[in-house]
């Protein structure tokens, strides 16, 4: 093959980068995810844009760092003038779909701006962020009781599970001794198992959803985003993933009481917030932690089932499959639930590329240490099937030539930002909503965190503290690392793609051009 047919983007929502087996994990074994990596690139360090779910994601649906696109949290909308995946490779003939979870809110005040409804094309697939709606499923919330109904309750109600809302009641709630609904917002009910049947579940659900886009597709190439909500909260599994984990096999708390003490008031405010608070106690950590290893464990037992399913179609050797998380957990680690921040347990993603052309033949089942972004993958995908890149938009680097085994000049740091200005935290800080920034930039061994609204900044030897327990922000000895490393961070952010709607090549072009125009300046 020359170059990939199909792209299939599978993502996990939450998922660790060390709970899988081949990323190290000794106790949780995934097997089928751990067959991707044999058969592809296992990217060791690769990180995400943001640690929160929406700006993460935009940025991996952009190829844009999240300071660019602007969708800088979860309902934040992503503005219609972005382009997305679906905008480049709709236009090759691709299908470009979802199956599941992507967090798009709709920039429903730019649709109406400019005419758009979002009942007709092109108003469904701008509202879809460029993907045609196979299968949209975020989930719902507990009190949901009116607007339009999930498809996946829906289904549930088919299967016989009778309630309002079956996504909470049945898929997200286990049951008491006496028949009541216990929730699976409630951590004290994790270790429970779900309501709902293994198959009906929505890990499996999403799964056999993806097998019939791939049947539905016929000849036609495509690209569908199968976007996982689990091992996400509610952390509630399907028995019998349920039970499958248990103490010994969890990796252990990575927290000292030293970090604690006279924190950076930005971590010391999120210390402070609930799923901290929860997620520092011993007890939560052993009730949560056998059910999202479990969720994970299902993930991988339904990849399997999905690549044969790719398998029997006879796709298999012209698909790029593509296996990633859009951020962390923190999981009680540094005493933090959750993710947001810059640890590498929420910051940190699995990354395992398959490109099925004879290019890559050379570069199967290594690792590749390289820092890598999410924003690597829109130019990977369109570097895949001969589109050329509009380097003009796109703030990530083509992995293409990693994956056959050339070895380009790259990168020395990774970017990340979050606003925060969503989290109770602001209140706790007192800080304005256009003052709760952070950004983060990481190299082999440091780790930079810069505030907005605080001169004082975090800073992690990764060679001496590679679990990032000690914070050197205010270390005398360390002022000239922490300048060195806020001139990189201001560089990257001056190195965004703001000139959008101009191609490189125009301006080439149209460079020292006025006098060729008639247009003659500054003449005596």
Known sequence: MARPRNILFIMADQ?????????????LHTPHIDALARRGVRFGRAFVQSPVCGPSRMSFYTGRTVHSHGATWNFVPLPIGEYTLGDYLRPTGMRVAVAGKTHIHADAEGMARV?????????????????????????????????????????????????DNPWHSWANSAEGPDGEVLSGWSLRHCHLPARVREEHSETAWMTDRAIDFIRDSGDRPWLLHLSYIKPHWPYIAPAPYHAMYGPTQFLPVVKHEAEREDPHPVYGAFLAMDAAQAFGRDEVRAHVLPAYMGLVKQIDDHVGRLMAALEAARRLDDTMVVFTSDHGDYLGDHWMGEKELFHECSLRIPLIVVDPSAAADATRGTVDDRLVEAIDLVPTFLDAVGVALPTHRLEGRSLLPLLHGADP???????????????????????????????????????????????????????????????????AGHAAVRAELHAMLFARLADRRNRITVSDADVEARTDGARANGVIIGEW
Request: proline share 5%; glycine share 8%; aromatic share 14%.
């Open 15 to 27: 998922l660790r980068w060390d709970h899988l087996s081949c990323y190290g994990h000794p106790h």
């Open 115 to 163: 005419g758009l409804a979002r009942e007709a094309e092109p108003g469904i697939t701008i509202a879809e962020g460029g993907f045609e709606p196979f299968e949209r499923d975020d989930g719902e919330h507990p009190d949901r009781r009116t607007g339009p109904d999930l498809r996946y309750n829906q289904f549930l109600r088919a299967q016989g599970y009778d309630s």
């Open 409 to 475: 000049p790259w990168r020395d740091a990774v970017f990340s930002e979050l606003d925060f200005a969503f989290y109770r935290a602001r209140k706790t800080l007192c800080l304005g909503v256009q003052d709760a920034r952070c950004w983060m930039i990481r190299t082999a061994r440091w780790k930079y965190v810069a505030f907005k609204a605080f001169d004082r900044a975090q800073l992690f030897d990764l060679d001496a503290d590679p679990d990032e327990l000690t914070d050197l922000g205010r270390s």
